[in-house]
């Protein structure tokens, strides 16, 4: 039997399906209705109708794709230095969290391999609030420090959200200062928050047709799940935030041509949660019972459902790093 993207009537001639290059075999024909649940996905909008892949689920290297945008990274970076104001970056470690303290160390060995200044502060966990508040006061004054980013958590006699509204929202560029928050929703924003701005590079990275499309946010953090889903939303998708507070999720996840997950629980999202061909975005870090990185989505099982997908580690995880250093250059070049 023929398949048309959109019928009306017998009489009329069947349309040709069209597919979304890069998407491989996501366009043959061979069931009965695009709409029947045989593995077919019709995005209304675009027009399209998809075919799910019949193999494991394609992997969507983050470290990869972040090798590249870092070249991109290092060529304004020395654009910019040739001109006289390389740019430059402050971060602030407060307290011994081991964790942290490699996430930092991360962050800075990435400005330092891309041609961006960095200077990285550490302090005792019973630093003052006072005392941080005036650290960064200062660095809003540096004309040398382009980007501001107080690693969290902070110790709890420390209010983070005062912390973030202290730096200048022109140097905040973890896109977390309220101002930036402001300016995401409407559509406007000055920086985007590493792991979402990331996460959208991703798809489109694999050409994917965000527009039209049913996305799925599980969390709703204000660090990650509610800046994706406003990325998501300005692009055209069709969003739904799920939370902890959500009733039957896999009725929602069912649902998703993209999939984005970051709750920190690991095997959250299992294959049976999935639509056939989804796009799945893993942006959980946590450890299995031998102490191996994993995310929330339990990567094993969904991989054979899933179309795309992001491992753990290798896939987010670097792309935030990525973002970051983008989120530099671009507040270097708007100074």
């Known amino acids: 039997m023929h398949i048309s ?20 075999a996501w366009a043959a024909p061979g069931s009965d209705s695009p709409n029947s649940g045989s593995g077919w996905s019709y995005n209304p909008v675009l027009n399209r ?19 590249q945008l870092r070249g991109d990274v290092a060529r304004r970076a020395a654009a910019l230095t040739a001109q006289g104001r390389q740019p430059g970056l402050a971060v602030i470690l407060v307290g011994d969290s081991p964790a942290s303290q490699v996430y930092v160390r991360n962050k800075v060995k990435a400005c330092e391999d891309n041609g961006i200044y960095s200077v990285l502060e550490k302090y005792d966990a019973d630093l003052s609030e006072a005392a941080l508040l005036a650290r960064i006061d200062a660095l809003n004054c540096d004309p040398k420090i382009h980007g ?36 995401l929703m409407t559509g406007q ?33 204000n660090i990650v799940g509610k800046p994706q889903a406003m990325l998501l939303l300005q692009a055209g998708a069709t969003v739904t935030i799920c939370n902890s507070k959500t009733r039957d999720l896999a009725s929602h996840t069912k649902n998703a041509d993209i999939l984005v997950v970051a709750t920190g629980r690991r095997n959250i999202v299992t294959a049976d949660m999935v639509k056939p061909g989804a796009v ?11 102490g191996k990185l994993c995310g929330d989505v339990d990567f094993a099982n969904v991989k054979e459902v899933a179309g795309y997908i992001t491992p753990v580690p290798g896939g987010v995880g670097p792309m935030t790093i990525t973002m970051l250093l983008v989120n530099t250059i671009e507040a270097a070049e708007r100074n």
């Open 148 to 183: 501001i980013l107080v690693q969290l958590p902070l110790p709890a006699h420390i209010d983070a959200h005062k912390v973030i509204e202290a730096i200048a929202a022109a140097k905040d560029v973890d896109g977390f200062h309220v101002n930036n928050a402001g300016l």
């Open 5 to 24: 993207a959109a019928t009306s009537s017998p009489s009329k001639p069947q349309r040709q399906l069209k597919t979304a290059a890069p998407i491989p």
């Open 49 to 67: 109708t998809y075919m799910i892949p019949i193999m494991a689920a394609q992997l969507i290297d983050g470290n990869l794709l972040s090798q």
């Open 280 to 290: 799945v975005i893993d942006v959980g870090m946590n450890r299995d019972d031998h």
């Open 189 to 221: 924003p000055l920086f985007r928050p590493c792991t979402p701005y990331g996460v959208m590079k991703m798809l489109e990275s694999i050409d994917y047709p965000v527009r039209g499309a049913n996305a799925v946010v599980v969390g709703a953090s």
